[in-house]
C-alpha cells in the first residue's frame, strides 16, 4: 500500500491501484444537534467520505439505524470511502439488522469526544469552548467532568459548580474539588452532554472492509449476533490509551460470528483490547473494565482470537476457536508471551479465562501472562460462579 502525495511515479504501466481522493468528508447524510433520529430501510451505495456521520459536531441521544445496506454499487470497488458509521456524541444507539461492505474503514466506530485541558489553577480549569449553535456542547454548570491523564487513564471526576467565558473562546470552569495532580496535558470527558455511552448492536453483517468491523470507544454497550468476515483489521476492536480515548468498559460481547480477519489481526487479535502510551508501551492500568466475552466462534484468524491488555474485571467463556494463528513466521510478543497463542492476557487483573473449545492443528494455547493478578484459566467458568 502506498499513502502519500498523488505521485504515480512509483506505479510501472499497467498496475491496477484503488485511489481515495476523499477520506472524512462528504458525508452521504449528516446528523447533528438532533434527539430521536431513527432511519430504516437506507440503502447507501456509494459516498466519498463516511456514510453515517452522526453527531459529528454535538448532538444529543437517540439514533438508530436498522434492515439498511451500506455496500457498493454494480461495477463499484468501494460503497464508502471512510466509516460506514460513525457515532460521536451520542447515546442511546441501536444498530441492528443491518449490511456493511466494502467501505474504506470500519463498518461502525463509536466513540466519545473528549477535550483537553489549558490551564489549571485549584479547582479552576481552563478549557477552549465548543463553537457552534449548541451551547449544551462546552462544559455547563451542574455538568459531571472525568478526568483523564495523556494516555486516558482515569484519575477523577467532578462536577461544574460554575462556567464564565466565551463558548467560541476559552472557558474557565469552577470544579466542586481541585483534582490532585491535575495539568495541562490531561483531557476530560463530559459525562453528562457527551458520553457516546448506552448503545446495542445486534443482527448485523459486517464484511470485507478496509478496517475493523467494530470500532469502540464508550461504555455501556452490548455487541450480539453479528456476523463479520474478512475485515482487513479485525472484528471488533475496544479503544483505549493515548491519541485514542477512555477505553470501553461495562461491555457484552456475545454471540457473534468472527471468521477470516485480516493482516493486522495476526498480531492484535480478531477481537483486541489494546492500550498503548504515545511510544507504545501497553498501559498496566485498567483502560477496559467489566468485560465479557461468551459464546462467540472465531474462524480462520491469522493470529490470536483474542488478545486483551490493560484489562480488569473480565470473563472470557464458551468462546469456539477454530483454525487461529495461521500466521506462524514472525510472531510478535506481549511480555513474554507469543501471538501465537490463541488468547493472550497481559497487562491485566480480576479475571477469568475459561479454555475455550480450541480446533484447528495450528491454533495455539491460552497464554496469561506471569505476572499478572488474580487471573484463572478454568475449563468450565460456570462451576467456578464466575458467569
Not at 461468551?294 to 469456539?320: C, H, Q
Not at 487483573?349 to 495455539?364: I, K
Request: aromatic content about 8%.
Amino acid at each position: 500500500m502506498f499513502e502519500g502525495c498523488a505521485n504515480f511515479d512509483l506505479f510501472l504501466p499497467g498496475t491496477r491501484v484503488i485511489v481515495r481522493h476523499y477520506t472524512y468528508n462528504g458525508f452521504a447524510i449528516l446528523v447533528n444537534w438532533s434527539n430521536g433520529i431513527d432511519f430504516e430501510n437506507v440503502k447507501i451505495r456509494t459516498g466519498p467520505g463516511i456514510g453515517f456521520s452522526v453527531s459529528n459536531n454535538g448532538g444529543y441521544r437517540g439514533f438508530r439505524i436498522a434492515d439498511s445496506e451500506i455496500k457498493r454499487g454494480p461495477g463499484r470497488v468501494i460503497s464508502t470511502a471512510s466509516d460506514a458509521i460513525d457515532i460521536s456524541m451520542k447515546s442511546d444507539i441501536l444498530v441492528e439488522g443491518n449490511d456493511i461492505g466494502y467501505q474504506g474503514d470500519d463498518s461502525l466506530s463509536i466513540y466519545p469526544t473528549t477535550a483537553s485541558i489549558s490551564g489549571v489553577n485549584g479547582a479552576d480549569i481552563s478549557v477552549q469552548g465548543v463553537c457552534d449553535p449548541d451551547p449544551m456542547d462546552s462544559p455547563v454548570t451542574g455538568d459531571a467532568l472525568a478526568f483523564f491523564n495523556q494516555n486516558f487513564v482515569y484519575k477523577a471526576t467532578a462536577r461544574v459548580l460554575a462556567s464564565a467565558g466565551s463558548d467560541c473562546g476559552t472557558l474557565t470552569l469552577k470544579l466542586d474539588h481541585a483534582i490532585a495532580g491535575l495539568s495541562a496535558s490531561d483531557n476530560l470527558l463530559d459525562l453528562t452532554q457527551q458520553p457516546s455511552a448506552r448503545y446495542l448492536v445486534h443482527d448485523n453483517a459486517m464484511h470485507e472492509c478496509r478496517c475493523h468491523g467494530v470500532l469502540v470507544d464508550a461504555p455501556y454497550g452490548e455487541i450480539d449476533h453479528n456476523i463479520i468476515y474478512r475485515n482487513s483489521a479485525g472484528a471488533v476492536q475496544l479503544d483505549g490509551g493515548s491519541g485514542q480515548g477512555p477505553g470501553a468498559t461495562n461491555l457484552s460481547l456475545t454471540n457473534n460470528a468472527a471468521s477470516y480477519p485480516g493482516q493486522w489481526a495476526q498480531f492484535y487479535g480478531a477481537i483486541s483490547m489494546v492500550a498503548s502510551t504515545a511510544d507504545g508501551s501497553i498501559i498496566a492500568s485498567p483502560m477496559f473494565d467489566k468485560i465479557k466475552i461468551e459464546n462467540n466462534s472465531i474462524e480462520d484468524a491469522p493470529g490470536p482470537a483474542i488478545v486483551a491488555t490493560s484489562t480488569r474485571n473480565f470473563t472470557f467463556d464458551l468462546n469456539w476457536i477454530l483454525n487461529s494463528n495461521q500466521a506462524q513466521a514472525s510472531p510478535g510478543n506481549f511480555g513474554a508471551l507469543s501471538t501465537l497463542d490463541s488468547i493472550l492476557v497481559y497487562q491485566s487483573s480480576d479475571g477469568a479465562v475459561c479454555d475455550p473449545y480450541r480446533a484447528g492443528t495450528l491454533t495455539g494455547p491460552v497464554g496469561i501472562d506471569p505476572t499478572d493478578e488474580r487471573i484463572s484459566l478454568e475449563s468450565n467458568c460456570a462451576l467456578y460462579e464466575v458467569r
